[in-house]
């Protein structure tokens, strides 16, 4: 918000997507008008109280933000988002698919090429064309993320009695990859896992917990930072593909051809892209589920949680 109004009186529309079962409230909101501090956020995101998801899209015109004004002329909209509990976060992977998908669905957008503003820089969006009668979310969408960065430092993830080094890979947010022997390892995980040092990560990683299924074909569980586990994370395959790739000694910088890795998660399938300047692409669908209203009560500024 930028300092326009504190308070709802009337009710706010919102939609609920996902995107390979990433699932997230959208709150269209061009002109930067709605108040959404943590305590909102988390009350919107609560699976019993509110609406549900791992996390809020928040879309506003870049231009009607301060953290997007610079990026206007490059990138009309700006993918405000934000976890569960109401962190902020650099970047969402299926996130931003599904945020081109409201795009497209409210008629900003047709598919194409489109440029969305993120906290971790502007991204190019290929909203594939559907096919004559296939319905309105049907067709991937591709997202070009930019380039993984592999932190030297490394954390060591441990779950109960099972301790795991980790490849450090940052999409613009940070994950640390652990290659497992079984998904189940990694247990319920219904706390986060602790990391060691946890110096390296002030501010929280989210975890990737990886086996093999096949040549460049892995599948993977994730503990995102301030959602906890989730049925996909986009950046986390990102991040997984490219420690994979490391792993089994392929670098598409050196080799100068492009590798795709398959990445299996709880609620679907990305295919992951590493072309030779670095550039890593994620390819997977994003579909909107539904659209209503939001109850004032639950915009209201107060950490009262609702009964
Ligand atoms: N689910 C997202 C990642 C969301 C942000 C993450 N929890 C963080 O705090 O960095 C994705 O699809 O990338």
Redesign the pocket.
């Known amino acids: 918000m930028d300092g326009v109004s504190t308070s709802q009186t009337s009710a706010v529309p919102f939609l609920k997507g996902h995107?390979t079962e990433?699932d997230f409230v959208i709150v269209p909101d061009p002109d930067n008008v709605i108040d959404l501090p943590a305590s909102v956020v988390g009350r919107l995101c609560d699976r019993r109280a509110g609406i549900g998801g791992?996390?809020l899209l928040h879309v506003v015109r870049s231009a009607a933000h301060p953290e997007a004004r610079a990026m206007a002329d490059e990138a009309a909209w700006f993918m405000d988002?934000r976890?569960a509990d109401g962190?902020?976060?650099?970047?969402?992977?299926?996130?931003?698919r599904v945020f081109a998908r409201y795009l497209q669905r409210a008629g900003h957008v047709e598919s194409g090429d489109l440029a969305v503003a993120t906290r971790g820089g502007v991204k190019t969006v290929h909203i594939a064309k559907a096919a004559p009668d296939s319905g309105a979310d049907a067709g991937d969408i591709t997202v070009s993320m930019g380039r993984a960065a592999l932190p030297g430092q490394t954390v060591t993830v441990t779950v109960q009695e099972h301790s795991w080094p980790t490849q450090n890979v940052n999409?613009?947010?940070?994950?640390a990859v652990a290659f497992v022997e079984h998904l189940d390892d990694a247990g319920n995980l219904y706390a986060e896992p602790s990391f060691s040092p946890a110096a390296v990560y002030p501010d929280?990683?989210?975890i990737e917990f990886v086996v093999d299924r096949g040549e460049r074909h892995v599948a993977m569980r994730?503990h995102?930072?301030?959602?906890g586990e989730?049925r996909?994370?986009?950046?986390?395959?990102?991040a997984v593909a490219v420690a994979a790739a490391r792993r089994d000694g392929i670098d598409p910088a050196a080799t100068g051809v492009p590798v795709t890795y398959t990445v299996d998660l709880p609620g679907g399938r990305l295919m992951i892209t590493e072309r030779p300047d670095g550039e890593v692409e994620m390819t997977g669908p994003a579909v909107i589920v539904a659209e209503g209203y939001i109850e004032p009560a639950l915009l209201a500024q107060t950490e009262t949680p609702l009964g």
């Open positions: 995107g990433n791992d996390g988002y976890n962190s902020i976060a650099e970047m969402c992977g299926n996130g931003v999409m613009g947010n940070p994950h929280g990683v989210n994730v995102e930072r301030g959602s989730t996909s994370c986009g950046t986390g395959a990102c």
